[in-house]
Structure formats: structure tokens, C-alpha cells
């Protein structure tokens, strides 16, 4: 089963607009990591961020933790249409070895 | 280096036939998972190995799958007399050991699975 849910499901902007995605969990965490899939395949890991940050910045994409809201939200500046992709979330938990993820945003950036 | 790769890219079955998905790790990594993504169910865990410790099989969804890693290295995720709705894609990543570190996986691309 999933942890949690991401919204939007899906999220058309232009390019050079900023996209926000957010996703909510249900447990506590040890991190919480941010994939990016293309075409259904290839996950390719852009952050994480451990349960005892708040922020974490890398090139054009932010990442921010609220563990009391247990929800996080990954933000890419400036948008390009290479950025069209699936955006997930995926936490683990302090006693699992697996990754859980949500239910991903499936972005569309257009040029 | 290079990344996790995965074979065969894409499967064609028949309901009732075995398959058997391959996974080569990133050299190095001790920890190894596969994963399965499907439209209904989106990104599940299957299994887990670490090193030579037990494998956590809690994700495996019936007793039909199972999976082994030999020498530490190379997994194969087998599934017996397929039905179709095991058809999906099937992740593999690898991962440095765990413990107190927080690791990242790293994906393989997947082999799409299709059951006829």
C-alpha cells in the first residue's frame, strides 16, 4: 500500500513557471526522498531530505519537511520542458528497509 | 560507474508460464530491492536483501513470487504460473548498506512485464 498522496496528480504549466508538488505520509520517518520518472520507466533520485531537516536546496529544485504536518513539498524553479516527467515521493521509515511511495505528479512542461 | 541494469528491457508472456527477471547492482552496493509498479497499484515494495541476512519477503504478494541474489551480487525475482495481473513494470535499485547512514537508491530501468 502507499504511504501517502501527492497532489496535484497532474500539472501543465509554461516554461520558466515554477511547478510545486506536494505529498503527505502517514508515519513517522527517517527521510523522505524526491524521484523523478520518465516514460514510465528509470527512476532517478533528485533528494532527500533527512526527518530532522526543514529545507534542502539542489540547482533549480527546493525540498521542504514539516514532520508535524507530515508533509513535504518539492519545488522546481524556472521550469523546462525536459523537467516533463512523474514526480514521487518516497519515505522510509526508522525501522524499514524499503522505500514507500505516493502516488506521484505527473508534470507537463510546456515550451 | 556504471548503474543498476535490469533484463530484459520487456517481457511478453503467457498466462500460466514462469518468468524470471534479472537485476546487476551497482558493484558494491550490499543492499538490494525490488519494487513493482503498476497503473492500479502505483509503487509497491516487494523484497529486500541485505548482505547475507534474511531477505524481508514482506512485500511479495502471494507465494507465487520469490527471489534470490547469489554471491551477494546478481537477483533474480521469479514469478510462477503468471496471471495478468502481475503484469507491470518491475524495479530493481541498489543501495550502499544501511544502517545509521542515510543511503540513497539508485533505479535500475525497469523490465516491463505484460501477462497475455
Known amino acids: 500500500s502507499q504511504q501517502g498522496e501527492e497532489d496535484p496528480q497532474a500539472l501543465s504549466i509554461q516554461e520558466g513557471e515554477n511547478a510545486t508538488m506536494n505529498c503527505s505520509y502517514k508515519t513517522s520517518i527517517n527521510n523522505l526522498q524526491w524521484y523523478r520518472q520518465n516514460s514510465g520507466r528509470g527512476l532517478v533520485h533528485l533528494i532527500l531530505i533527512r526527518s530532522n531537516e526543514r529545507e534542502k536546496h539542489s540547482g533549480r529544485l527546493r525540498v521542504t519537511l514539516d514532520t508535524s504536518k507530515k508533509s513535504s513539498s518539492l519545488l522546481i524553479t524556472a521550469s523546462r520542458a525536459a523537467d516533463t516527467a512523474s514526480y514521487f515521493c518516497?519515505?522510509?521509515?526508522?525501522?524499514?528497509?524499503?522505500?514507500?511511495f505516493g502516488g506521484g505528479t505527473r508534470l507537463m512542461v510546456k515550451p | 560507474g556504471a548503474g543498476v541494469s535490469q533484463s530484459p528491457s520487456n517481457k511478453v508472456t503467457e498466462k500460466g508460464k514462469d518468468v524470471e527477471l534479472r537485476c546487476d547492482p551497482i558493484s558494491g552496493h550490499t543492499a538490494l530491492y525490488w519494487y513493482r509498479q503498476s497503473l492500479g497499484q502505483g509503487l509497491e515494495f516487494l523484497i529486500y536483501?541485505?548482505?547475507?541476512?534474511?531477505?524481508?519477503k514482506s512485500g511479495l504478494p502471494s507465494d507465487r513470487f520469490s527471489a534470490e541474489r547469489t554471491g551477494g551480487s546478481v537477483s533474480t525475482l521469479t514469478i510462477q504460473r503468471t496471471q495478468q495481473e502481475d503484469s507491470a513494470v518491475y524495479l530493481c535499485a541498489s543501495s550502499l548498506a544501511l544502517g545509521l547512514v542515510f543511503v540513497t537508491q539508485y533505479f535500475g530501468p525497469g523490465t516491463r512485464l505484460t501477462v497475455l
Open positions: 536483501f541485505q548482505g547475507n541476512s534474511a531477505p524481508d
Open positions: 518516497a519515505t522510509r521509515n526508522n525501522a524499514g528497509n524499503m522505500l514507500t
